[in-house]
């Protein structure tokens, strides 16, 4: 069965610092793959997708990914981070399956930004 | 456009009671789903619409019903509520399927004492 593996369930880092929340897949076949952003007590907004491509995908608020075919990672990165960034991020991947698609989420990264 | 629009936002419920989350959507999406998101488990998909009329189990349907008259609406009914059921409950919608982008809800906060 397909999974998504977060690694850290939380990344502490100083305002102004970079970060890269970790995401790795497990899937052989084609897949879609997203970042959502959970800011509190709100819904999920996407952050950036790979469809297909150019490997880098550039999203909202100076984030990006990159997609890894070989290591199956969407690892996601912003070089320099803002307080308001706190938030929780989780990572989703869309499989093809019976004719239809399945998306399913990490657990989810806790990013706390400290000034 | 309101986008994607739930209701309570937050409940209450003692065991056995039910009651219904409501869900709409002004975008003219086909695709509509239910998820819940627990603790340190992400999202799980409960039931999915890929249209008015057409319904599908998702990974943890069991205790819940759907139905989708219209395009707009997708209700999720709690039939017999339990203390599992404690969650927050987010519905999302799509253009037609879930290989794009999802358009989530606020969410509602279930308690079940």
């Known amino acids: 069965a397909q999974s998504v593996t977060q690694l850290d369930s939380q990344v502490p880092v100083f305002e102004e610092a970079p970060v890269e929340l970790r995401c790795n897949y497990s899937s052989s076949v084609s897949v879609y793959l997203f970042w959502y952003v959970q800011y509190p007590n709100q819904g999920l907004q996407l952050l950036l997708k790979?469809?297909?491509?150019?490997?880098l995908v550039k999203g909202i608020n100076g984030f990006e990914a990159e997609f890894n075919k070989s290591q199956t990672s969407f690892h996601l990165r912003k070089p320099s981070v803002h307080i308001s960034d706190t938030a929780e991020y989780f990572c989703a991947v869309s499989v093809s399956e019976d004719s239809s698609y399945k998306l399913i989420f990490g657990s989810g990264t806790r990013l706390l930004v400290r000034p | 456009n309101a986008g994607v629009t739930q209701t309570p936002k937050f409940q209450v419920l003692k065991t056995g009671q039910s009651m219904t989350l409501q869900c709409a959507q002004d975008m003219n999406h086909e695709y509509m789903s239910w998820y819940r998101q627990d603790p340190g488990m992400g999202l799980r998909l409960i039931h999915y619409s890929v249209g008015a009329g057409i319904t599908d189990q998702g990974e943890v349907p069991n205790g819940y019903n759907v139905s989708r008259s219209t395009t707009e609406d997708f209700p999720l009914r709690l039939l017999s509520a339990a203390p599992s059921q404690t969650s927050v409950y987010f519905c999302?919608?799509?253009?037609?399927?879930?290989?794009?982008?999802?358009?989530f809800g606020p969410g509602t906060r279930l308690l079940v004492l």
């Open positions: 790979y469809l297909s491509g150019s490997t």
């Open positions: 999302a919608s799509s253009y037609s399927s879930l290989a794009e982008t999802q358009y």
